[in-house]
T-cell receptor, first 110, second 115 residues
Framework: QKEVEQDPGPLSVPEGAIVSLNCTYS??????FMWYRQYSRKGPELLMY????GNKEDGRFTAQVDKSSKYISLFIRDSQPSDSATYLC??????????FGGGTRLMVKP | EPEVTQTPSHQVTQMGQEVILRCVPI?????FYWYRQILGQKVEFLVS????????KSEIFDDQFSVERPDGSNFTLKIRSTKLEDSAMYFC?????????????FGSGTQLSVL
């Protein structure tokens, strides 16, 4: 079983829509959860970072972690064309290497 | 805002040649990493480096790879004899030494093309 899985998409939504991006992971030892945004041929850019189960909000972005079901979500409110990118979830143990999902490509159409 | 800087942005080399990819991590960070991403595939961990030594490496990071921090600011990845399958985007990343802070910041990458 792959350690971190994401639906590759593409996910196409109209501008202003609420976007829901999801990941599942298999290793219950993972403690830290991150969402990165990656534009084409650029490095991953850290969007959200959380440790505990529950919700964390930052502007239009909300990260949600459910450790009991090993499920991670990212919600984007009022999506904009500039949000069009690939979204990567990532997780790790303390101090260890990040394990990435394959990424979900999001397209927000004006 | 401080950022991780990588040079060159694109490197083309012949199979069997040595390449050195360069990175300047964020200045107050102490943990350094190399990741790579083959086109259309996941971002994969290569190696982590702390206190002038490798702290962890993946199966990908074989004897052809080496890392070095030659001075107080640069962090390099050397591939001794490149293979076609080394063609990928290579990302440098750094992390601050703060307990519980797992935030990892990436550079824009070096696209390595092995011909």
């Amino acid at each position: 079983q792959k350690e971190v899985e994401q639906d590759p998409g593409p996910l196409s939504v109209p501008e202003g829509a609420i976007v829901s991006l999801n990941c599942t992971y298999s290793n219950s030892a993972f403690q830290y959860f991150m969402w990165y945004r990656q534009y084409s041929r650029k490095g991953p850019e850290l969007l959200m970072y959380t440790y505990s189960s529950g919700n964390k909000e930052d502007g239009r972005f909300t990260a949600q972690v459910d450790k009991s079901s090993k499920y991670i979500s990212l919600f984007i409110r009022d999506s904009q064309p500039s949000d069009s990118a690939t979204y990567l979830c990532a997780t790790n143990n303390a101090g260890n290497m990040l394990t990435f999902g394959g990424g979900t490509r999001l397209m927000v159409k004006p | 805002e401080p950022e991780v800087t990588q040079t060159p942005s694109h490197q083309v080399t012949q199979m069997g040649q040595e390449v050195i990819l360069r990175c300047v991590p964020i200045s107050n960070h102490l943990y350094f990493y190399w990741y790579r991403q083959i086109l259309g595939q996941k971002v994969e961990f290569l190696v982590s480096f702390y206190n002038n030594e490798i702290s962890e490496k993946s199966e990908i990071f074989d004897d052809q790879f080496s890392v070095e921090r030659p001075d107080g600011s640069n962090f390099t990845l050397k591939i001794r004899s490149t293979k076609l399958e080394d063609s990928a985007m290579y990302f440098c990343a750094s992390r601050a030494d703060r307990s519980g802070n797992e935030k990892l910041f990436f550079g824009s990458g070096t696209q390595l093309s092995v011909l």
